[in-house]
């Protein structure tokens, strides 16, 4: 059988196009190559640390009795799993941001506000004040607050010594619990 010149097999009008799709699909499996090996390389420097409670828990230690574990393989992973989708480094909370500026000074000028706020506050604990650097701008935001209403009352209080303070969103630290808050 003879081609006709104005026929064409499908593979040699659209070959552009799966050569396109085949470069998207390296490109994709390149990804999520990358993306399984970060995994991988988190998931075991976590499994090395929940399953430290697991040999802490075998070694005998003077003054302390003896507990010896029996349990499947499968049980580490499944803890493993357990503490990585519960692990958090903070909650959804409250900042003040009292600083923000740029420029050659602005570190020098964050850090003078720093000095300054904790003199004008003396009793606001020093670890709650986070300097921070994002790109151009260095920011200066203090205390940790669960709720938009206690971060309020504080910045009422702040607002007439720093009048371009805001309140901001931002991830807090876990609050220290006190008697007050836990409930019996």
Request: net charge positive; proline share 5%; charged share 20%.
């Amino acid at each position: 059988m003879v081609w006709k010149h104005t026929f064409r097999p499908f593979f040699v009008i659209h070959w552009p196009i799966l050569y396109l799709c085949n470069a998207k699909r390296k490109k994709m499996k390149a990804r999520l190559f990358s993306v399984i090996l970060m995994l991988l390389t988190a998931a075991s420097s976590t499994f090395a640390q929940n399953n430290a409670l697991f040999y802490q828990l075998n070694d005998e230690q003077p003054g302390y009795g003896k507990i010896t574990l029996l349990q499947d393989a499968k049980l580490y992973k499944l803890i493993e799993a357990y503490a990585d989708a519960n692990s958090r480094d903070g909650i959804k909370g409250y900042r003040i941001q009292i600083y923000s500026g740029s420029g050659q000074n602005a570190r020098a000028t964050m850090q003078t506000i720093s000095q300054q706020f904790l003199k004008n506050f003396p009793d606001f604990d020093p670890a709650q004040v986070y300097p921070e650097y994002k790109t151009p701008y260095f920011k200066l935001c203090v205390g940790d607050f669960r709720s938009r209403g206690e971060a309020n009352a504080f910045y009422h209080k702040i607002r007439e010594l720093y009048p371009d303070s805001y309140v901001v969103n931002s991830k807090i630290k876990f609050p220290k619990l006190t008697p007050d808050d836990v409930m019996e």
